[in-house]
């Protein structure tokens, strides 16, 4: 019986619409799909619009009541993109205020109380410490590749780098200001000087920035150094080649 049924000739759904197709019943759902004649076929507006509609709509299809329609979806939407900014503009002008009096409320609390000073920096001293003593030792093996005078995209990802790899967000800022030599101590401050004391750098110990040229010299593992080959919190050194971990 299903032979019989599969071998039926058939005439297509869409006969009444001018397909004149005889097919086999199991043909038939394949054909439908790509039928011509099927009033549903989806089809595009070749008038300027591109909308894509079924094929029975097509007459009653209007380009510019289209697109109109589409202007007042998108007005619409930015109306309310608008108002959200509004919002979250008010709500950040919120947070800042908020964020003030919590900051003259600890410089009260901390005048009132010098120990809090001392446990505030103990505790971040230590978060750089952690920090630090996660990142693999590092060398650097052509010290005439550093570049000196990083960009603001190379120094936003370098940023990016250190705060991915666990950096206090407080000492950030501050490291990526001293990745400039306009911010190195006197001994880096000028090609000239960094040639003359070319042979110190061997003394630093620096950590790599995890999946970048580039490594940190910090003040902490850095005592050794003299004033003029060192900052605090620390350096940050970024290289076109020849940073190698130490395993």
């Not at 850095?222 to 003029?228: K, T, V």
């Amino acid at each position: 019986m299903r032979n019989m049924l599969s071998k039926l000739q058939i005439s297509c759904d869409n006969a009444g619409f001018g397909c004149t197709a005889t097919l086999r019943l199991d043909q038939l759902q394949s054909h439908l799909k790509g039928c011509e004649h099927n009033p549903k076929r989806p089809v595009t507006c070749e008038e300027g619009c591109g909308l894509e509609m079924p094929k029975d709509e097509m007459p009653n299809h209007n380009c510019i009541k289209h697109l109109r329609s589409v202007v007042q979806q998108q007005q619409t939407k930015i109306a309310d993109l608008e108002k959200t900014a509004a919002e979250h503009k008010h709500q950040l002008a919120e947070q800042k205020r908020d964020i003030q009096l919590l900051k003259a409320y600890m410089r009260a609390i901390r005048s009132a109380n010098p120990n809090l000073q001392n446990l505030e920096e103990s505790i971040e001293y230590n978060e750089i410490l952690e920090w630090v003593n996660s990142l693999q030792p590092a060398r650097v093996t052509r010290w005439g590749g550093m570049i000196s005078t990083p960009d603001a995209v190379l120094q936003a990802v370098i940023k990016r780098s250190l705060i991915d790899s666990g950096c206090p967000l407080s000492i950030v800022n501050d490291l990526i200001e001293n990745a400039h030599e306009r911010n190195w101590p006197q001994g880096l401050a000028t090609l000239e000087t960094r040639q003359m004391n070319r042979r110190y750098y061997e003394n630093y110990v620096a950590k790599r920035i995890p999946g970048k040229q580039a490594v940190v010299v910090m003040a902490c593992e850095n005592q050794h150094m003299g004033e003029d080959m060192i900052l605090e919190p620390g350096l940050v050194m970024i290289f076109a080649h020849g940073v190698e971990e130490i395993l």
